[in-house]
């Protein structure tokens, strides 16, 4: 199969994680028989820097035409008081709307290996498996009105949080699709104790539900749910939720995995004319740039990307499965990051994309 794959490594750590990453992604390709061809482009503060913008349009061009894109990071420091539109995050959310990715998959789970890394006791972290399923065009990050306007006591912002059925409908198949895969539980998130978005969005995920007979629904409001990751985050399979939320609890779930270099996340749209989902495909982590450079960045999270590529955008499970093992041997292994806490000294960035490597081609030589 021909795998072709926009490298966007954008800011800070993203540049070394994406590295490792497309490492990877050769290297796995090479050993099931597929070919990949990568293009690079710009992204976030490097693209500002660079053309004025923080998504030109050839990286449009670049995105529009490619299968997949593995992203690394946006964001820098520098840029923390510019004008929206000139901020490297706006670059993100363009990218989003371009590609029309409309549901965010960030799995979450933890790792034997890692259990002493959570601040979480382990008999509560040990077992967790979960996919958060984010809807990822709708809500206040796109809503209009918005903007800041007025001066001095007059001065006020506005952000508009608001859904349409379709945009609810689509990303609440998603989930119950891929809850059918899994333990087929699905556990839909709001606030519709406050929020008429909310009433609406419970309402249209309980309709979709009755197509999915095999699958439990439950819901639970936000506050709550924040609550129960940290309490009980075995209850939870596929978790489904709106924008906003799914950007805060998703991030929570670093607490189960060890560090929040860990969390993969593959964001998904429309299929397209050679078959490929179109897919971006980022860790969940910031760009770090207070470790910029010094080769410390944990690359799992990238690593764990480009597996959710391969099963997402090209279908190829096998190859998946094997990135997933030959991870979880190199945790086993010891051959981490300083943010796992090593028992020994600390992995660089570079040695644990080689150890994934190594761990590929042993479990190709054995199949």
């Not at 050839?58 to 420091?77: F, H, K, Q």
Request: net charge negative; with cysteine.
């Amino acid at each position: 199969m021909k795998l072709n794959v926009l490298l966007l490594p954008g800011d800070g750590i993203g540049v070394e994680v994406t590295s490792e990453a497309a490492k990877v992604l050769r290297h796995v390709a090479d050993a099931f028989g597929h070919q990949v061809s990568t293009r690079e482009g710009l992204l976030g503060g490097v693209a500002i820097h660079k053309t004025g913008n923080p998504f030109p349009d050839e990286t449009r061009e670049l995105a529009l035409n490619a299968d997949a894109t593995l992203l690394g990071a946006v964001g820098l420091p520098e840029f923390d008081h510019a004008p929206p539109d000139k901020r490297p995050e706006r670059g993100l959310l363009g990218i989003r709307k371009a590609l029309g990715v409309y549901a965010n998959l960030r799995p979450v789970r933890s790792y034997r290996a890692l259990l002493d890394s959570s601040p979480l006791k382990n008999e509560l972290v040990d077992g967790a498996d979960m996919i958060i399923v984010r809807e990822l065009t709708g809500g206040l990050y796109y809503g209009t009105p918005r903007g800041i306007s007025g001066n001095g006591a007059e001065e006020r912002a506005v952000n508009t949080m608001t859904y349409t059925r379709p945009e609810i409908e689509r990303v609440a198949h998603m989930a119950f699709q891929l809850a059918r895969k899994r333990r087929k539980k699905v556990t839909s998130v709001d606030k519709s104790n406050v929020l008429e978005n909310s009433q609406l969005w419970r309402r249209v995920v309980s309709e979709v539900a009755g197509e999915y007979p095999d699958v439990a629904l439950d819901h639970i409001l936000v506050d709550n749910c924040a609550m129960q990751l940290v309490l009980s985050p075995k209850r939870f399979d596929v978790v489904l939720t709106e924008n906003l939320f799914g950007d805060i609890l998703s991030d929570e779930g670093a607490v189960l995995a060890g560090s929040i270099g860990m969390l993969p996340s593959a964001s998904l749209g429309a299929k397209k004319a050679s078959g490929a989902r179109i897919g971006l495909y980022e860790p969940v982590h910031g760009s770090a740039p207070d470790i910029a450079g010094q080769n410390k960045a944990n690359p799992l999270g990238a690593i764990g990307s480009v597996a959710a590529m391969l099963e997402y955008s090209f279908g190829l499970s096998e190859d998946a499965q094997s990135v997933y093992g030959a991870v979880e041997e190199v945790l086993n292994s010891g051959c981490v990051t300083a943010d796992l806490k090593p028992k020994g000294k600390p992995a660089t960035t570079s040695e644990v994309g080689d150890a994934v490597c190594e761990a590929l081609s042993a479990r190709a030589a054995s199949a």
